[in-house]
């Protein structure tokens, strides 16, 4: 991670203890941060039907307090990325649901990994389409469940839930720097396939080997889920193994079949206990 450009997305109502945590992990790596402070366009009762002068009077005063609340949250980043000494930039969107993930994704074209702020979770809608606009919309990955008291930036043990999928190969690619310099990192397969077309004969070990070429310092896992959902075991294997972050890819389904029926990707974007690093 070190010298890379990290983009830092937040709300009007991220707690300055969190930001400052990420700042320092930054200053530590050299790191530049693009810090978004994103907000979403109050509902305009037009929209539905033809709203009187009085409801267009205090749609325009909310769409104000609203923009003075996240100029009030830039104000105060810019004095965080000064009083941190860490180099960075801020910037300020407000816009409709929809155009959320567009805006996200535009700044994280130029950044090299994303975080989104738990505060947005307060506003489900926007933190989705946040995650959304990084995953699907951007080259790069996004790490979510970062907290002051955790080095996700710089973890000591990463989890990587591995397959053999194109998501999960990507994510271990986007996650190398991290891997590089992690005290260990465990590659653990769950319920593999072990034929020369699925997830072969040693699961885990091709990869496992690549990654020692790299100078990571590797162990290979195979786990049993024992009729649990994927996402739980985990989840809990990942903690047995004191892990600082999970490595996983994102969404090898359908973003419509997952949000029907549920999958991996949605329980560990759900959860809040672990940091995950997710790339799609």
Not at 19 to 47: D, F, K
Not at 192 to 210: F, H, I, L, R
Not at 238 to 246: H, I, T
Not at 256 to 275: K, P
Request: charged letters at 25%; hydrophobic letters at 40%; aromatic letters at 6%.
């Amino acid at each position: 991670m070190k010298n890379s450009t990290i983009l830092i997305v937040v709300g009007k109502n991220c707690p300055e203890q969190d930001l400052a945590a990420r700042l320092e992990e930054a200053r530590s790596l050299s790191a530049h941060v693009a810090i978004l402070i994103t907000g979403m366009t109050p509902w305009n009762p037009a929209y539905d039907y033809a709203g009187s002068s009085a409801e267009s009077r205090l749609w325009t005063e909310a769409v104000e307090a609203e923009r003075a609340e996240l100029t009030a949250m830039s104000e105060r980043a810019e004095k965080m990325l000064q009083e941190h000494d860490v180099s960075g930039d801020v910037a300020t969107k407000m816009c409709d649901r929809v155009v959320t993930a567009y805006a996200v994704a535009r700044r994280a074209l130029i950044c090299d990994l994303a975080i989104v702020g738990q505060d947005l979770r307060q506003t489900p809608d926007l933190y989705r389409e946040a995650v959304f606009g990084v995953l699907f919309r951007s080259p790069i990955g996004v790490l979510l469940n970062s907290r002051k008291d955790t080095p996700s930036l710089a973890p000591k043990r990463v989890f990587v839930a591995w397959n053999t999928g194109k998501e999960a190969a990507r994510a271990v690619h986007l996650a190398l720097p991290a891997l590089r310099t992690a005290e260990e990192v465990v590659i653990a397969t769950f319920d593999p396939v072990m034929t020369e077309y699925q997830d072969g004969e040693n699961p885990g070990s091709d990869v496992a080997k690549w990654l020692t070429h790299h100078g990571c310092k590797v162990r290979v896992e195979q786990f049993t889920c024992g009729g649990k959902e994927i996402g739980k075991a985990i989840l809990e294997r990942s903690g047995e193994n004191g892990a600082d972050l999970v490595v996983m890819g994102a969404y090898g389904h359908s973003r419509l079949r997952e949000a029907v029926f549920g999958g991996t990707t949605q329980s560990l974007i759900d959860q809040t206990g672990q940091a995950v690093f997710l790339a799609h």
